[in-house]
């Protein structure tokens, strides 16, 4: 039971740190390793869980545009418009960078507002997000 808890709890941590909440996962992922437990689980756990919060700020992103004059809206119109420019330069490969800190979650976000095609932003944000986590285990278990 204590390993569906920790699996558990690695999903629900992957999955807030991929939303625009301040969180992260990459510690989590590495002590479980370090305690034992399956790497293809655990990397498999995490990055679900972070892919599927990255499709939620994709999903805010195409509804959120209505609410950008509110009052109560998350961010400035300025920072809105340096992010779609950002996105407008880079294109769609951005999304492999949407693991990065700071810029990834609202990459995602902007990425939904762009209406950027679902499937191509599921395999570029998931190619991304497995290869960081392939990298924290590795750099974690010392492969090579």
């Known amino acids: 039971m204590a390993d569906v808890a920790a699996y558990a709890g690695l999903f629900a941590a992957a999955f807030l740190a991929a939303t625009l909440l301040p969180a992260q996962s990459e510690a989590l992922v590495a002590g479980l390793l370090l305690a034992g437990y399956m790497p293809w689980l655990v990397l498999a756990v995490a990055s679900v869980g972070n892919v599927l919060g990255s499709a939620l700020n994709w999903s805010l992103g ?35 960078l949407a693991w990065v800190p700071i810029i990834g979650d609202p990459l995602t976000l902007i990425a939904g507002v762009l209406r950027e095609p679902f499937p191509v932003f599921l395999l570029l944000v998931t190619i991304g997000k497995v290869g960081r986590y392939l990298v924290i285990a590795a750099a974690t278990l010392g492969l090579e």
């Open 62 to 96: 195409r509804g959120i545009e209505r609410f950008r004059d509110r009052r109560w809206f998350p961010a400035n119109a300025l920072a809105l418009e340096r992010a779609e420019g950002w996105y407008r330069r880079y294109g769609k490969w951005s999304l492999l």
